[in-house]
């Protein structure tokens, strides 16, 4: 009895329930047919790098050592609506005096002047000092806003230098649908800029740093709400809630999940294994037997699709961080950051420079001088200085696990399965990269910037099988088969309108059963 009260629960919340999720599967499938080939907006390291004027340093009076006194303790959280604020007399209450650390500085233009951006602990918003005067930015107007943008564009090749003036400033946005990343948080609010160009550009620039942060078109934007849009649940109406979002994505794939196995687990059952003469094995005609056919064939498919579209969301925080730890980073940087170590601006930058950053390798202050290519070049900012090497960053390396051996250094001039891109031309991760790998409890693997002797990437035995069963699971990111498009292609969309054909029979099959429900009157 308890066996068939338990089947009879089975085959209710498939049928009723399938009703309702199938028209998500349907979505889902859909949706994921145009994120194939249209990203949600972003604004790539190479388009960023693109927007950028060369950097020029002939202006600058202040030294990374002193910029950070101009700014002053109480002015971290203050926002001044007037703008920036004039040059600090010496001595006034500088940052330097109140003895907050700054975690992280960047060498830049805003506008054809150069600047620090500097990040302070605790206030993860950057801030802006001017290093020509010492000015300290502390808000953007609108007509910066659009200054800012009319620039970018022109560099980015957006737009003309005769069509400079059409470049107009729209609206000031807390969040809208293309900007509820909370990576955007400490930017907001944005300014949003549209470039009036033939493709639609809207450009959203931060209220704080006064930098581009997203850039979207037209094109982006239609296709996407039949793509990222439909496919994450991200109505801006839902996404500003962050909490609620994840709740709702949880529950929705959780529930998917238990519906497409408790579909195989039906079709199993009704299987007749043994059948009189002349009876079919499936016991369906018509639709049915049409949406028994699909769910053989792409049924696994769509569970291993939906359960690995739960696990996007992480659920119980399984799959532990990939950034390192600070204590991580600090064995290769081998100390804290200390901008007083920085005396002097760096020189002898060429015309493609477009940014540098201050970073330390093994316990020396370096100027990390950034191309418009995204090439990246050391300089040191006081010598003697020692640039990274093989032999050092392997020693070094033997001190990131002091209780584990280190088991294999490998030297990456290739993706390897773990530390990959599907678009290596943005330069996300660049190669080549030094991978360490040691015999702890959970094989804990390194990745080390051969380049600049930075920390960039950390991954246990659990990350590397998590990999599998989302990325690979969901995405297809199975590097035998990207590398052979369109095979890619043709596996992903095959798979994909046999797991929608399966859903659009589930929703059919549904609605006639719960029209003949509500016609006898017995649910």
């Known amino acids: ?35 194939m080939y249209v990203d949600f907006p972003q604004l790539t390291r190479a388009e960023r790098l693109a927007g950028l004027p060369a950097l020029d340093l002939s202006s600058a009076k202040l030294t990374s050592a002193n910029a950070a006194a101009y700014l002053r303790a109480d002015e971290l959280a203050a926002v001044d609506a007037r703008g920036a604020k004039p ?23 805003l506008l054809q002047r150069p600047i620090f951006e500097i990040l302070v602990d605790g206030n993860p918003s950057p801030r802006i000092v001017f290093a020509d005067d010492g000015t300290v930015l502390h808000s953007v107007a609108p007509e910066f806003a659009e200054q800012v943008a009319r620039d970018f564009a022109q560099r980015a090749g957006l ?39 033939a493709a639609g550009t809207e450009l959203y620039v931060s209220s704080r740093s006064g930098a581009v942060v997203r850039d979207t078109d037209r094109r982006e934007r239609v296709l996407n709400y039949f793509g990222a849009v439909t496919h994450w649940l991200y ?18 794939s959780g529930s998917g999940s238990v519906l497409a196995l408790s579909g195989l687990w ?59 730890a600070a204590v991580e980073r600090e064995v ?4 804290s950051f200390d901008v007083e170590r920085f005396k002097q601006l760096p020189p002898h930058l060429d015309a493609s420079s477009v940014e540098t950053e201050l970073l330390f390798y093994d316990g020396q202050p370096f100027y990390c001088v950034v191309a418009r290519d995204g090439k990246r070049q050391l300089i040191a900012a006081a010598a003697p200085a020692r640039n990274p090497n093989m032999a050092r960053l392997n020693a070094l390396a033997t001190k990131l696990l002091p209780g584990a051996p280190l088991i294999d250094s490998h030297w990456l001039t290739e993706y390897d399965d773990y530390y990959y891109s599907r678009h290596p031309e943005r330069g996300d991760k660049p190669l080549p990269m030094l991978r360490v790998e040691f015999g702890d409890d959970v094989h804990t693997w390194f990745y080390i910037d051969p380049r600049t002797g930075e920390l960039v990437e950390r991954s246990t035995s659990i990350n590397r099988w998590y990999r ?23 596996a992903v969309i095959t798979f994909s309108l046999g797991g929608l054909s399966l859903s659009l029979f589930g929703v059919v099959i549904g609605y006639r059963r719960l029209r003949q429900s509500a016609a006898s009157g017995r649910w």
């Not at 629960?9 to 309702?20: P, Y």
């Not at 109505?235 to 929705?252: C, E, G, K």
């Open 1 to 35: 009895m308890a066996a068939l009260r338990w089947k009879r629960w089975l085959f209710l919340f498939h049928r009723w329930m399938g009703i309702v999720l199938c028209l998500f599967f349907a979505a889902w499938f859909v949706s994921g047919l145009f994120m």
């Open 87 to 109: 040059l600090l007399p010496a001595g006034s209450g500088s940052l330097r005096d109140s003895k907050i650390a700054i975690d992280a500085m960047r060498i830049g233009m």
């Open 159 to 197: 737009i003309a230098a005769v069509d400079a003036q059409q470049v107009r400033y729209r609206e000031s946005v807390g969040i809208d649908q293309w900007t509820v990343s909370s990576a955007l948080n400490v930017h907001r609010p944005l300014l949003l800029i549209a470039v009036n160009d």
């Open 235 to 252: 109505p801006t109406f839902i996404r500003r809630y962050p909490d609620a979002w994840s709740w709702l994505v949880d529950i929705v």
């Open 266 to 324: 039906i079709g199993v059952l009704r299987w007749r294994r043994k059948r009189p003469e002349g009876k079919n094995a499936v016991p369906y005609r018509g639709l049915l037997r049409w949406h028994y056919f699909a769910g053989i064939a792409f049924g696994l498919t769509t569970l291993t699709w939906v359960v690995s579209g739960l696990l996007s969301m992480n659920p119980g925080r399984f799959n532990p961080p990939r950034a390192p």
């Open 332 to 335: 290769f940087s081998g100390t």
């Open 468 to 490: 599998w069963l989302y990325n690979g699971l969901h995405s297809w990111d199975i590097r035998w088969l990207w590398e052979r498009r369109p095979l890619w292609d043709i």
